[in-house]
């Protein structure tokens, strides 16, 4: 089925920050003026343009980028800004130039397969360093993965649930009665799941957000994205009809003061998406993996679930749990991922972007030491393109072309080889970042997808 792209025009992300600019009157364009001239507080943004409104080309197709530094929308003339321009997350040589009247125009050249192209261009001013970039797009929809997939890979993961059937749910449920609204009932939930392969079972946490009226209801799984944090849960969502379960996944409650959870990542839990990565039977996102899926077998349990509904929503690794947990679980019916994480990410092996935590990324000319058999065996057995390739059910997915932590060859890669119904929104100037638009635009799919009243 071919992908249905809905381009999404949304504000630009490179909102000004305040800078103390010379103030020159009866001008259309500001120049620099000696330090001893008054000063004026301004909004100063940088602008990167390609010359396709949509952002996209052919492979051999040439692209050019017109740049503009502006303060208060007035563009700034004669200022030297530093730029590149190469594949995303390639090492690309560094170029000055000043920005004429009109702006600088860069010939970025082109590319010859499918892939992305991006200029980066920074500049300073008044003492501040201001940057942005645009991503060209060649033929994003005939991206293909280098990521491959053991041959073992079903019978892996049938193992896994296997292992995760044999462990007793357990559950505890505690109401926070402070958190409850009059429609809606929260609780703090443990669940017991698997442990690290060997260990005796933990568990997982999270925020259950219920409708207090008798009735049936879909039921949404969040999983989160990376990093260590309370939650708080979807009350919003609950009080619309559907049965919310928000799940952190690192075994620890999550319903504690947020310096708790700094010092874990600052110590116990730092860099914890590498920990066991030279074996799959331990790695850490094992039990993670597995843990999505003991939160469907309690949301499933719960008396009011419709029987029918089941939604998994994810951002950044939650995008990575989200495809992983609906490939693995054929109870879920539906899910949104927002530039999903762990997608090709032995690609820069191949001298092409991948994913986040990008392991296999050279750092300053030094190839990666994570370059082994047993870790390219790993990172096969989690990548999201091979969960990708086995999900049957329609999906709502949202990233941008300026993602550096996700970049989208990455996230084409693991989209460009899903069968299932899909629907893909983009956002050209999009980061790694939350705008409200993006929010929106994945509540209006899950109030459609499920039938919820607007």
Same mark, same amino acid.
């Given at each position: ?47 990167? =343009? ?19 530094? !502006? ?5 700034? *003339? ?19 130039? /000043? ?25 300073? *001013? ?35 649930? %296997? ?6 749910? %357990? ?21 017991? !799941? ?128 989200? =495809? ?52 390219? /065996? ?19 997915? =949202?990233?941008?072309?300026? %993602? ?51």
């Amino acid at each position: 089925m071919s992908p249905s792209f809905l381009r999404l025009v949304l504000s630009a992300v490179c909102s000004g920050f305040l800078a103390f600019l010379p103030l020159r009157a009866a001008s259309t364009a500001i120049t620099p003026v000696p330090p001893q001239a008054n000063l004026r507080v301004a909004s100063v943004q940088v602008r990167v =343009i390609p010359d396709h409104p949509d952002w996209t080309y052919l492979p051999g197709q040439p692209v050019r980028f017109r740049v503009e530094v !502006t303060a208060d929308q007035i563009p700034i *003339v004669g200022i030297p800004v530093r730029y590149s321009v190469g594949p995303e997350l390639m090492p690309a040589e560094t170029k000055t130039a /000043e920005v004429p009247a009109g702006g600088l125009q860069i010939d970025g050249g082109t590319m010859t397969v499918p892939g992305f192209l991006r200029c980066t261009v920074t500049a300073e *001013v008044a003492g501040r360093t201001y940057k942005n970039a645009a991503t060209a797009a060649f033929s994003p929809e005939k991206i293909q993965p280098y990521q491959t997939e053991p041959a073992d890979f079903d019978a892996f993961w049938q193992r896994a649930r %296997d292992d995760l059937a044999k462990v007793p749910m %357990d559950v505890r449920m505690t109401l926070l009665p402070d958190a409850c609204t009059p429609t809606v009932n929260v609780y703090h939930v443990g669940i017991r !799941t698997i442990g690290e392969g060997w260990s005796a079972p933990g568990r997982v946490y999270g925020i259950l957000c219920e409708p207090k009226a008798p009735g049936k209801y879909p039921a949404v799984l969040r999983v989160p994205g990376a990093g260590v944090r309370p939650y708080f849960g979807d009350k919003d969502l609950a009080s619309r009809g559907v049965i919310t379960l928000e799940i952190g996944v690192h075994g620890i409650p999550v319903n504690q003061p947020q310096e708790i959870y700094d010092q874990l990542l600052a110590g116990a839990l730092m860099r914890y998406w590498l920990f066991n990565f030279d074996d799959r039977e331990t790695f850490y996102y094992r039990r993670v993996y597995l843990s999505c899926l003991r939160a469907n077998d309690f949301l499933v349990s719960r008396e009011q679930w419709d029987g029918r509904n089941l939604l998994v929503l994810g951002a950044s690794q939650g995008g990575q749990l989200a =495809i992983v947990t609906a490939a693995l679980d054929r109870r879920v019916t539906g899910l949104s991922a927002t530039h999903p994480a762990f997608c090709d990410i032995a690609a820069p092996l191949h001298g092409r972007a991948g994913g986040w935590p990008h392991p296999f990324m050279a750092r300053d000319g030094v190839p990666s030491k994570h370059n082994t058999p047993a870790k390219l /065996e790993t990172a096969s057995t989690y990548d999201t393109v091979n969960f990708a390739r086995r999900l049957k059910v329609p999906g709502f997915y =949202i990233w941008g072309y300026n %993602d550096d932590v996700c970049p989208p060859t990455s996230t084409h890669a693991a989209y460009n080889v899903i069968s299932a119904p899909k629907e893909l929104a983009l956002e050209f100037e999009q980061t790694h970042s939350y705008p409200p638009e993006q929010h929106e635009a994945i509540n209006a799919w899950v109030v459609r997808f499920l039938g919820l009243k607007p």
